[in-house]
């Protein structure tokens, strides 16, 4: 079956440590996005990759980076300049130019920085 | 004015009851309109889109008005099951595809 991969599901690192979400998808999708959730809140986007070896920022993007070497494959590195970076993420992909159609999820990281 | 707005909840409702949710939305050069559902701790999954005519799937109701900038949900006879956050989802203008999330509202149906 088709779908996106994160792992691991929960993620411990201590203060001042990088740390790399890993998302994998085989739908085939160009579009590639990462979010983060906060309790209570709304996803806010933090990257986003419309096709290989491209990537621009999203709302959100101080304090992490991330590579798009291959389709399949979308990994977000949160960095120790991420002042707060306990929070639950999200990463999706979808199809270019569809408006937002066919978005997939996987089933997130929750991340835990002590 | 926040890109999309929802009632901050939470809702609580008996089963059998109806419910709506409402959603605003600043930009008026959006096109594409979702209501997305999340259970506690899961990752948001799509329950319907959102179209100007109306559309209805089951119990679920969305409505669209362009002029208002305004999204409706309404569920009938609400079930323990329908018990989740409803977040409101809205296509980010001249992009490709990304999606701005509200921040959602949680509905607890009780017996």
Redesign the interface.
Known sequence: DGGITQSPKYLFRKEGQNVTLSCEQNLNHDAMYWYRQDPGQGLRLIYYSQIVNDFQKGDIAEGYSVSREKKESFPLTVTSAQKNPTAFYLCASSIPGTGGYGYTFGSGTRLTVV | RKE?EQDPGPFNVPEGATVAFNCTYSNSAS??F?WYRQDC??????LM?VYSSGNEDGRFTAQLNRASQYISLLIRDSKLSDSATY?C?V?REGS?????????TKLSVKP
Not at chain 2, 96 to 104: D, E, M, W
């Open positions: 999309v096109q594409s979702f701790r899961k990752e948001p999954k799509l889109s977040l989802v296509n490709q595809g990304n999606l701005i999330f509200g921040k959602g």
